[in-house]
Structure formats: structure tokens, C-alpha cells
């Protein structure tokens, strides 16, 4: 089916009873839930998942340590079913690191919900492309390539659907000779699962004011690589964590190594965005904190496979927005459902995509349509989620208040004192949002990163080169800016203009010429690996992250 837009060609539209906006966990898994639903009341309802990367998992970043809650209840057959989750947590190790040696913290003290017995390694990119599998057996048009662009809305101003975005279009925006019209998805309820500052999110917390009275949502850097070690140093079923060197007490942030599989590690350093030096590099203390005595030796005479980086919801309890507005619902981290001191979401993820598919299920059921699904909101206020979230809320606010050594310890205390149901009673505010954090960079000394020896570090280009990513080069560049003079007249002299820095891909660089004269911002928007930390750190809110032509990005193998 078609109608006229306008001046542009016909755009085709499709209608269905759910769109779901992100192959990830959250939306495969309201996917199958409302399948799951049609088929145990024989009703008869469609279903569309449409998936910006090029696959079923193409853009999935994650660790990940899987706590099985949320697959238990959704699929409780998944082992017979062959779900991905091959190795069991088997030891648990917590490391304070030093500059030069590090010290392991006793697991007695550390709060249970810590432990991650009963957890499962594994990559998160298999688990979604597994659970693809399940959701197109049951009858649910999955549609990878497809990015989405545009909110469509009724007259009444209630959410209609998406369109995806238009392909073959030039970078000036001219129609080439492959230029084919998105696509409308319309339904009677849409719920966007499109992760951690999805592009279509953003404006509908902005439209609908679904963060008023809400702390603001607070963030992360995750960056990642996956490692073929030597056998001897494998040691299968052991996950590793750790905080200190190379960060200050000042910066927040900490690290992991993942033991799994094959001869693989997984290994990962999370900064938080509330940093306030704007010459610090995400990218390069990555690679400084594979060099330390206690973490190197695992690393050589291996071989680095792939590599990736995503923002991380860091907000928590008091940062969830309102989870509804007419027509449809947020799922998954475009909400923000990360449980901070465990660096776990996948649960949650699921667990909020099977209570919004529930009540989405019900009102179609009952001949509704485009209005709000106030029964997701009244689940996850009496759900784990919730209170999975609740007990951890002052955690993130006491590290970025007082450092690492106090903050942490006293979250430690914190979490101790609700599990004996003796927590806090008041909730700590997180402050200002993680852009307004960064400083000039005149009251901070610029940092001498060593340079990378190709072994254990890496730079960023060879980094890129192993996240697969591509774009089609002719294409409007996708990274917008407001104000095209900011970075230069603005940004460069007063924060000596820090996405050369917190960019983990290498987008942006200020280019001058052999005298240092003339100095101008560019963009490599190829190098893109869709990990929106630009979107979220640039000290003025210049930077506007949007969809690139559908399948661009990433392609992240077992990642």
C-alpha cells in the first residue's frame, strides 16, 4: 500500500498491530512475548521488528555476564532450545588496581547481589541473533537494514509509527540512481527498543516531557575487545572486575575480564561521562589499563579479534523517564534499566519488552489503539525491575560525589544495609546532566598517553578496523551539527575541543595546517560505530546523533 508525501516519491506503508523500533533484547523479546500471547488465546495479531544494523545483532555490544531471569521466565526451555549461554560463572574476582601491583578484595565482603554464581558468559550479539531465530519461527517480520528515521504521529498527536529512513540519497542530498523511499511502518501501538540514546527516543522524552521530575539520565563509555588467549592462561567460567589505576580517585569508571568459551576473553573498560577533564581519552585509558602487571600477562601471545564501543545508561532508579505516551511505550536501555554496581541490563532489557508487549497485547485484544499503555507503567512499578533498580539507586550519586575509594565504599555499605532492609530512605540526586560536567580545559594539565605497541595496545584506526563498520561514503553525514562554527570558535579554545578525544573511533579531529594555522573540524563520519557518546558528552549539545542509510555501522562478530 502507498500514499503521496508531499513532494517526495510515494513512501509504501505497512500496517501492523505492534512495531517494534531495535532488534536488541528488548524488543526481541516483546516480539516473542506478544506471539506468545496471539498464540495461547488464538487472536490473530502482527508483528514488525525492524533493526538498523545490517543483522540480527550487528550493533549489540555488551560484555556480557547474563543473569537468567528475565529468559527464565520468557523461554524456560531456552537450554533445550540451544540458547548461547555455554558457560556458567564459576569464580568471582574483585581487584583493586594500584599503578604498579593490585589487591584483591575478600568476595565475603561484598554485597550479594554481586555475585554472579547462577550467571551465564556469553556474547549478547549471539543471544539476540538466537532469539531472531525464535521470533520469525513464530510468525514476526524481522527487518534488518532497516534504519528508523522518523515518529510518525495521528492527528491527535498520539504516535502513528516510523518511517525508515530514505536510501540512495547523496551527500548533498541529491536522489542517485539507487534512491528508494523509506518505508511507513504504522501501528496500532509502537514500542522503541532502539538502546542507549536512540535517536528516536530522544525526541519522543522531549515531545511527551516523559523526564519531567526526573533526575537527569546519566551515562557511560563502554569500550570492548574480545581476545583468542593461550590456553594456558584461560581459565573458563572466571569473570574478573576492577576499579583504580588508570583513573583517578576523581574519575568514575572500572573494568572487566571475562573468561568464556573457547580460549576467549572479553575485556572491558566503562568511564563515566560525568568526567571533568576534557583531555582525557576513553580510548587511550582503555588501552593503558591492558598494560598493568595484574591484567597484561592474560593478553600475550594472544590475538585481539574485534573490538567496540557503546554508551551505557548510567542513571538508574531516579533516571527512568515516564515509560508510556499515547500510542506507544519505551523498552530496554532507550529507557535506561542498567543495574550500575552489577554492569548488568540485559534482564531488565527483557523483562520491561515482555511487560510492555503484555499490557501492547491486551489493549489490541480489546479493540484499542494509540492510546497509552498504563498497565506497562503499573508492571514495572510492582516489578523486579524496580526493585532491582530501587535497591541500588544511591550508588552511582555516592561515587560521583566522592570518588572511588569513599563512594564506592560507602555504596558497598549501602547495598549491604538493603539487603538486611535497612537502606537509605531518601534517594540521592545525580545533579547536572553528564555534558554540563566537563570543565575548561585551562584548570586541567593534558594528558601524555604512551603510545600503543601493537601488541596489548592498540590505536584507534586498527581498532575500527576490527568492528567491521562501514557507511556508504556518499551519503549526508549523519553526525549533525547545530551550529557549524561551535567546535572551532567555541569549543576548541575553551575545552580544547574534546570529541578528538572521547570519540573511541576516531570521527572528529581538528585538521590544521603545517604552521598550526587554520584550524577545522572534521568529521569521519565513515569511522561511525554508533556509540552516541558524541550525542551525549559534547560540552555545548552541538552534536545531534541520527540514523545513517539502514545497515550502516557496525558488524560486531561474537561480541
Known amino acids: 500500500m502507498s500514499e503521496e508525501t508531499g513532494a517526495l516519491a510515494e513512501r509504501e506503508y505497512m500496517e501492523y498491530d505492534v512495531v517494534i523500533v531495535g532488534g536488541g533484547p528488548a524488543g526481541l523479546s516483546a516480539a516473542i512475548r506478544l506471539r506468545q500471547l496471539a498464540t495461547e488465546e488464538d487472536f490473530d495479531l502482527s508483528v514488525c521488528v525492524i533493526e538498523k544494523g545490517s543483522e540480527v545483532g550487528a550493533h549489540i555490544l555488551s560484555g556480557a555476564v547474563i543473569d537468567p531471569i528475565a529468559l527464565d521466565e520468557l523461554l524456560p526451555d531456552w537450554k533445550e532450545r540451544g540458547a548461547p549461554l ?35 558468559i556469553a556474547s549478547l550479539g549471539n543471544v539476540c541473533r538466537w532469539l531472531a531465530g525464535i521470533a520469525e519461527e513464530m510468525g514476526v517480520e524481522i527487518y534488518p537494514g532497516f534504519a528508523g528515521s522518523e515518529v510518525l504521529y ?36 509502537t514500542l522503541f527498543g532502539e538502546g542507549v540514546r536512540g535517536s528516536l527516543s530522544k525526541e519522543l522524552i522531549r515531545k511527551f516531557n516523559l523526564d519531567e521530575d526526573r533526575d537527569p539520565q546519566k551515562f557511560g563509555i563502554g569500550i570492548k575487545e574480545l581476545w583468542e588467549v593461550d590456553p594456558k592462561k584461560h581459565k573458563k567460567g572466571l569473570i574478573q572486575h576492577s576499579f583504580g589505576w588508570p583513573l583517578k580517585a576523581s574519575v568514575g569508571g572500572g573494568s572487566f575480564l571475562y573468561h568464556f568459551d573457547d580460549n576467549l576473553v572479553s575485556v572491558g573498560f566503562v568511564l563515566h561521562l560525568n568526567y571533568k577533564n576534557p583531555h582525557i581519552s576513553p580510548f587511550e585509558e582503555f588501552q593503558r589499563f591492558k598494560t598493568h602487571p595484574s591484567i597484561r600477562d592474560t593478553f600475550e601471545g594472544g ?16 533516571s527512568v523517564p515516564k515509560l508510556t505516551f499515547p500510542g506507544g511505550a519505551l523498552i530496554g536501555c532507550s529507557a535506561g534499566f542498567v543495574n550500575v554496581p552489577r554492569i548488568k541490563g540485559s534482564h531488565n532489557a527483557m523483562a520491561t519488552g515482555m511487560m510492555a508487549a503484555n499490557a501492547a497485547f491486551e489493549a489490541v485484544k480489546d479493540g484499542r489503539q494509540s492510546d497509552v499503555l498504563s498497565a506497562y507503567d503499573e508492571a514495572y512499578d ?39 532492609g535497612i537502606g537509605l530512605p531518601f534517594t540521592l540526586k545525580h545533579g547536572k546532566p553528564d555534558h554540563a560536567a566537563t570543565e575548561p580545559a585551562s584548570k586541567h594539565k593534558p594528558i601524555d598517553y604512551p603510545k600503543p605497541d601493537g601488541k596489548i595496545s592498540f590505536d584507534r584506526l586498527s581498532s575500527v578496523f576490527l568492528s567491521a563498520t562501514n557507511h556508504e561514503e556518499d551519503q549526508p553525514v549523519h553526525l549533525r551539527l547545530t551550529d557549524d562554527t561551535v567546535p572551532i570558535a567555541h569549543n576548541l579554545p575553551v575545552f580544547d575541543e574534546p570529541a578528538q578525544r572521547y ?44 540514523v545513517p542509510e539502514g545497515g550502516g555501522g557496525p558488524n560486531y562478530p561474537n561480541m
Open 303 to 318: 590475538k585481539r579479534i574485534s573490538y567496540g564501543a557503546r554508551a551505557i545508561t548510567e542513571g538508574g532508579f531516579q
Open 86 to 120: 555455554n558457560t556458567e560463572v564459576e569464580k568471582d574476582h574483585f581487584l583493586f588496581l594500584g599503578p604498579s601491583g593490585s589487591i584483591r578484595l575478600p568476595n565475603f565482603i561484598m554485597p550479594p547481589l554481586m555475585s554472579n554464581h547462577g550467571n551465564y
Open 382 to 420: 510492582g516489578s523486579h525491575v524496580y526493585k532491582d533498580l530501587k535497591r541500588v539507586r544511591n550508588v552511582k550519586p555516592l561515587w560521583s560525589r566522592l570518588g572511588t575509594i569513599i563512594g564506592v565504599g560507602l555504596g558497598g555499605i549501602d547495598m549491604w544495609m538493603n539487603q538486611l
Open 503 to 546: 570519540c573511541p573511533a576516531g570521527v572528529y579531529e581538528v585538521m590544521r595546517e603545517d604552521d598550526g594555522s587554520n584550524p577545522r573540524f572534521v568529521i569521519n563520519a565513515q569511522n561511525c560505530v554508533h556509540c552516541k557518546t558524541c550525542d551525549i558528552k559534547d560540552p555545548t549539545q552541538n552534536i545531534n546523533w541520527t
Open 154 to 189: 495521528n492527528a491527535d498527536g498520539s504516535v502513528r509509527g516510523v518511517a525508515t529512513g530514505d536510501m540512495g540519497v547523496g551527500k548533498e542530498g541529491e536522489q542517485k540512481d539507487t534512491y528508494m523511499r523509506g518505508m511507513e511502518l504504522r501501528g496500532k501501538y
